[in-house]
């Protein structure tokens, strides 16, 4: 069985539905996991994203975060919304899913930025639920993926320039050495550098268990893979000098064709 997995950050799908729907038509994931969707559960376009023939279960958040699974042909049953760990975290950054006999994950970590301060004390306790977590699917016996922005570049390697970064919370010490523990637990990852040379979105697969032949981009596959599908992701990272809105959308294609996470096995 061939699958195309991608995981997009769609930075407010209703604004870029259209960018959205023209990537979809194109590239054809099977699943595509969305980030930054910034709406609330009833203004989800999912009558737009059925009649292009994906189904869809999503965790809104009105103007900030949220998260989406969409898949081609097939409604994804949905697991879980939000992580684990802390009744009182509201923000729509976790949603889990079955689907296509796996379990997938759309996934958004919190930027932490500024540094140091409270949102980067977010950032790194909502890490650690997340390690916390990933464990327990990783002990599920199931074939996971967990896919999206993890707001990480984990080496200098993954940056274009890492001098001008050095001082953001995706290049800070404590949250790659959390990255590394999450990898640790038997997580591969899969990624391209994006047209700034920033690497930030993940697919992460175990990789015992998924088959030796899906390639998992900035997602994360299990580390128990064995034989069978083969997602390969990638992402599009934010330049330091942001582009206006109109010009955002236009980019935000040109990146979803370049980098967007796609899996294929």
């Not at 995981?7 to 038509?25: K, P, Q, Y």
């Not at 999206?148 to 919370?169: H, K, M």
């Not at 998992?216 to 580390?223: E, N, S, Y």
Request: one cysteine or more; hydrophobic letters at 40%; a positive charge.
């Amino acid at each position: 069985m061939h699958l195309k997995i991608a995981t997009f950050n769609v930075n407010g799908i209703n604004g870029r539905i259209a960018r959205l729907l023209e990537w979809l038509d194109e590239s054809r994931p099977d699943v595509a996991c969305l980030q930054e969707i910034k709406t609330g559960d009833a203004t989800f376009p999912a009558a737009a994203i059925e009649a292009a023939g994906y189904r869809a279960v999503w965790h809104g958040q009105r103007a900030h975060h949220g998260v989406a699974v969409l898949a081609r042909g097939a409604l994804p049953s949905e697991v879980r919304r939000g992580l684990p760990g802390d009744a009182a975290d509201v923000q729509a950054r976790y949603l889990e899913v079955d689907v296509f006999d796996l379990r997938i994950a759309s996934v958004y970590l919190p930027n932490g930025n500024p540094q140091p301060g409270p949102k980067f004390d977010y950032k790194l306790a909502w890490f650690e639920r997340l390690i916390a977590h990933a464990r327990t699917l990783m002990d599920s016996g199931r074939d996971v993926v967990l896919a999206g922005d993890f707001n990480v570049v984990p080496t200098n390697a993954d940056i274009y320039n890492a001098w001008l970064w050095r001082f953001d919370a995706v290049l800070q010490p404590e949250t790659r050495a959390l990255h590394e523990r999450l990898l640790g637990q038997g997580w591969d990852r899969c990624d391209s550098p994006s047209a700034s040379g920033r690497a930030r979105l993940h697919l992460l697969g175990q990789r015992e268990r998924l088959p030796a032949q899906r390639r998992f981009p900035h997602g994360l596959p299990p580390a128990h893979a064995g034989a069978g599908r083969a997602p390969d992701a990638r992402r599009g990272g934010r330049r330091a000098a942001r582009p206006r809105a109109g010009e955002r959308s236009r980019a935000g294609l040109d990146r979803a064709r370049r980098n967007a996470g796609i899996v294929a096995a």
